[in-house]
């Protein structure tokens, strides 16, 4: 049963009105902060501040942006940099909690789903978001009636729900890594792997209570700790006591059904209603696939030209705030976030909601390893073409497809009870530990030596490769399982001589990493067994990427079967619900990967001609 949130009375609309903005930056606009509980449809109200600059001339268009998260104290912060260039060109801005969260009445849904159209009484995130628009229309003084909606990860989602089925005044919208399907390829699931240590505690910190919760660790390194949890059936046996609702979906729900179906926004990607940039980082550890099939699927109904896309060399959300010109050890060259928040935010909503300046180009995607920002008529490039790079003996990878005999492969055995960890140890908390937001950046080696890691690279390249859309693995694989993962990672491997800066010699840097649960291989709806020893075809999609391997670097790729714990461990021995896994379904499983002329495993990668 799902937890309802207690109803918070108000008599009235309460207002208070104080100064914002920077007192040291003497450019700094002041606003006026007004609060107030907007009232919805079905009477529940919700905390919202607006901000109205205090040297207003003109009538001025709202950004609007909602979130789970609590904006009470966060205001100050967001004007100083995720909303700053805004902030000096002239909007009113309006904060929101979502119902159910922090200071707003309701009860929370996670990523509630579309209401019933049928049903006049009910209400979903954009009946909120539209009955809020209609509020600050006739209440914030001098706006100009046009209203601009943005926001990253879950307020990126609801920015998407917005524009679904907009209000008529919401003029422009900007989700940012906003996650589109939960099973496909989002927070939770990876082709319908579960992401474990993710999963976990982001459901601890959103309904433990109605503020931000974090799970206690009493271990310092969560590889342990998870180690320790054994099956997932101890998951609400030892901690959640069946009170979370969305690990009882996850449970009640481990297969693509109609659950998370209807949460999908992909099928209601049908119709650019508003003009839509969508943002996505090459970095971004939780919700990179959601902003890329946004842009994908609205491009097919786009006869306006008013679809957008921006990829940089960010994190999750790391364009927000700061400069943006390097992650951990990795730099880009230049203030990739600075450049996006004055050179493409701030420019596409005065363009849709002042009617000043120019629409963005289709596409501006910044291209690593080279760090240069390029922007094309269409992404991926129609320039761009496939070509692959095959598995062979002794753990080469090249461009001649295999002349092997049939029973030709590489073989490991994976251990449950020892997988490979997923970044180097100890794997810190994902909130707050520090080693999340960059982790997919740091040097890949941490696994170097292991027996169940199967590595296949090139030698040194001799001239640039420069890959530019799609990239995927197709897998011939067996197991003496009847079930398994199949991880693979892309990797960049630097020269050992490499001299800028110097202590990059060797680095290995993930461009891409993905799982594909064996079970699902024919089916997401409807899992299989594996027949154990069956050589089986599997597609492991990594997305799409823009990276240039350098002339002397090599492209290594690296195959395993746990990824732990941001992937949850396959028992290796098929049971009809994973979530449901005891400690005794665990077991040691061989796993072969073929590449011969008739199971030639090898990766397909969409390169551009070298320039």
């Known amino acids: 049963m799902r937890r309802v949130a207690h109803l918070v009375a108000f008599a009235a609309v309460c207002f208070l009105t104080v100064p914002t903005g920077r007192a040291q930056d003497k450019k700094a606009p002041l606003f006026d902060r007004t609060e107030a509980m907007v009232p919805m449809r079905d009477g529940t109200k919700l905390f919202t501040t607006i901000h109205v600059p205090k040297d207003a001339k003109e009538p001025l268009p709202i950004i609007l942006m909602r979130t789970p998260y609590g904006i009470d104290g966060r205001t100050e912060k967001l004007l100083q940099n995720y909303f700053k260039e805004l902030a000096e060109n002239g909007y009113a801005f309006a904060l929101q909690d979502i119902r159910g969260r922090f200071k707003s009445e309701g009860a929370f849904v996670m990523t509630r789903p579309a209401r019933d159209p049928n049903d006049p009484k009910a209400v979903d995130e954009a009946s909120d978001t539209s009955d809020t628009i209609d509020w600050l229309l006739k209440t914030v003084k001098n706006n100009n009636g046009r209203v601009g909606m943005l926001g990253i990860s879950y307020p990126g989602w609801l920015t998407a729900v917005a524009m679904l089925d907009p209000h008529p005044a919401l003029k422009?919208?900007?989700?940012?890594?906003?996650?589109?399907?939960?099973?496909?390829?989002?927070?939770?699931?990876?082709?319908?792997?579960?992401?474990?240590?993710?999963?976990?505690?982001?459901?601890?910190?959103?309904?433990?209570?109605?503020?931000?919760?974090?799970?206690?660790?009493?271990?310092?390194?969560?590889?342990?700790?998870?180690?320790?949890?054994?099956?997932?059936?101890?998951?609400?046996?030892?901690?959640?006591?069946?009170?979370?609702?969305?690990?009882?979906?996850?449970?009640?729900?481990?297969?693509?059904?109609?659950?998370?179906?209807?949460?999908?926004?992909?099928?209601r990607l049908k119709k650019v209603t508003v003009p839509t940039l969508n943002v996505a980082g090459w970095y971004d550890q939780e919700d990179f696939r959601g902003p890329l099939r946004i842009y994908e699927l609205l491009e097919k109904h786009d006869a306006k030209d008013q679809n957008f896309l921006v990829i940089g060399p960010w994190n999750h959300g790391g364009w927000g705030a700061g400069k943006g010109d390097r992650l951990d050890r990795v730099l880009f060259g230049s203030d990739t976030g600075a450049y996006f928040r004055k050179e493409v935010q701030a420019p596409f909503f005065a363009k849709y909601l002042k009617d000043k300046g120019d629409a963005p180009p289709e596409a501006r995607v910044f291209q690593t390893g080279s760090n240069k920002w390029q922007t094309y008529d269409a992404w991926p490039p129609k320039a761009a073409a496939p070509r692959k790079l095959y598995f062979q003996p002794k753990g080469k990878l090249s461009f001649d497809a295999p002349e092997e005999p049939s029973a030709a492969a590489d073989e490991y055995v994976s251990d449950p009870a020892n997988p490979v960890p997923y970044r180097p140890r100890p794997v810190r908390p994902t909130y707050p530990g520090p080693e999340w937001p960059v982790w997919m950046l740091q040097d890949q080696r941490f696994t170097n030596g292991r027996p169940d890691v199967l590595t296949y690279e090139t030698d040194p390249l001799t001239e640039d490769l420069v890959i530019a859309g799609s990239m995927k693995v197709k897998l011939f694989g067996s197991t003496s399982g009847t079930d398994c993962d199949w991880i693979v990672r892309l990797i960049d491997v630097y020269p050992e001589d490499y001299a800028k800066p110097a202590d990059m010699g060797g680095f290995q840097l993930l461009i891409a990493g993905e799982p594909v649960r064996a079970r699902f291989r024919k089916s997401l709806e409807k899992p299989e067994a594996v027949q154990p020893g069956a050589v089986e075809e599997y597609t492991i999609d990594l997305n799409w990427g823009h990276h240039r391997f350098r002339k002397g670097h090599k492209v290594m790729v690296q195959v395993s079967s746990t990824w732990f714990p941001v992937i949850d461990r396959n028992p290796q021995k098929f049971v009809p619900n994973i979530f449901e896994a005891e400690d005794a379904d665990f077991q040691k499983a061989t796993q072969r990967v073929f590449r011969s002329a008739k199971a030639p495993s090898h990766l397909v990668l969409d390169v551009l001609p070298v320039k």
């Open 172 to 267: 422009a919208v900007s989700p940012q890594a906003s996650p589109v399907d939960m099973f496909l390829g989002d927070d939770f699931h990876h082709s319908g792997a579960f992401r474990l240590s993710y999963g976990f505690e982001y459901v601890a910190l959103m309904e433990t209570d109605k503020t931000n919760h974090n799970f206690k660790f009493d271990t310092y390194d969560t590889y342990d700790w998870y180690l320790k949890l054994g099956g997932l059936a101890n998951v609400n046996r030892k901690h959640f006591k069946n009170q979370l609702p969305t690990w009882n979906d996850f449970v009640a729900h481990p297969n693509y059904d109609a659950f998370w179906k209807t949460q999908s926004l992909e099928p």
